[in-house]
């Protein structure tokens, strides 16, 4: 988040690169008010929503409908349920029930995964539509021929994974002086490791150097604020 704040896309890209031994050329970002819409192209996208979630998606909502100039639709029940493009975007920003930071990075992933399902049962009539929809609220290295291409084969798309980073059972959580609340990897080597192995499980991987330097470094930086 801060990598993105300070440079954008680029600079996002290049601290994930230079922390994960990645080599990441493009990306697509996106604001949202065009998540709203994508999630309205694709008809709504199926969420289970507790009961500790409705008043905090709700308050989402009204934030979003008043700075937009629109109306929205209240979430009044618990359950799996259709959620609209309001909906689900409030959804993705809930923060406030157990599990906080981590838990609001996992709904977001359930909204990316309820999405991908959705658009893998879609004509591609649909999906052009969507695309057209929201565009002009995009920014991406991508042309729009290289979108429209991979439209085509989103059908074939299966998301095995889904977990955040550094991985669960491989980070802690401390205030770090003026840094503030961060999440600490225990071991930065060892999540890449990881990392390297869910993405390319048939290739072996030992971290780089600069890798090892960025470990010890974060160790440094964070040891004697971790119980």
Same mark, same amino acid.
């Given at each position: ?26 990306? *697509?970002?996106?604001? &949202? ?44 029940? +618990? ?8 909906? =689900? ?12 930071? &981590? +838990?609001? =990075?996992? +709904? ?13 049962? =879609? ?20 042309? *729009? ?21 550094? &991985? ?23 999540? *890449? +490791? ?34």
């Amino acid at each position: 988040n801060a990598a993105y704040a300070q440079g954008g896309p680029e600079q996002a890209i290049n601290m994930l690169n230079a922390n994960l031994d990645l080599d990441i050329t493009d990306y *697509v970002t996106i604001g &949202f008010s065009g998540l709203i819409d994508a999630v309205d192209a694709l008809g709504g996208v199926e969420i289970e929503v507790t009961d500790s979630e409705i008043s905090h998606l709700n308050n989402y909502q009204l934030c979003m409908a008043e700075e937009l100039g629109v109306d929205y639709i209240p979430v009044e029940q +618990r359950g799996r349920q259709l959620l609209n493009g309001m909906q =689900a975007t409030a959804y993705c920003r809930i923060r406030y029930t157990k599990g906080d930071d &981590f +838990r609001r =990075a996992e +709904r977001q992933r359930d909204v990316l995964r309820a999405m991908m399902d959705k658009a893998s049962g =879609a004509s591609v009539s649909t999906l052009t539509d969507m695309v057209n929809a929201v565009l002009p609220q995009v920014e991406t290295s991508l042309n *729009v021929n290289e979108i429209l291409s991979v439209l085509g084969s989103v059908a074939g798309y299966n998301m095995v994974e889904s977990d955040g980073f550094p &991985f669960e059972g491989g980070r802690a959580g401390a205030n770090v002086g003026s840094k503030g609340s961060c999440v600490i990897p225990n071991d930065l080597e060892e999540n *890449v +490791r990881q990392l390297h192995h869910m993405l390319y499980p048939e290739e072996s991987y030992t971290p780089s150097a600069r890798v090892r330097q960025i470990d010890e470094e974060i160790k440094a930086q964070t040891s004697e604020y971790i119980q």
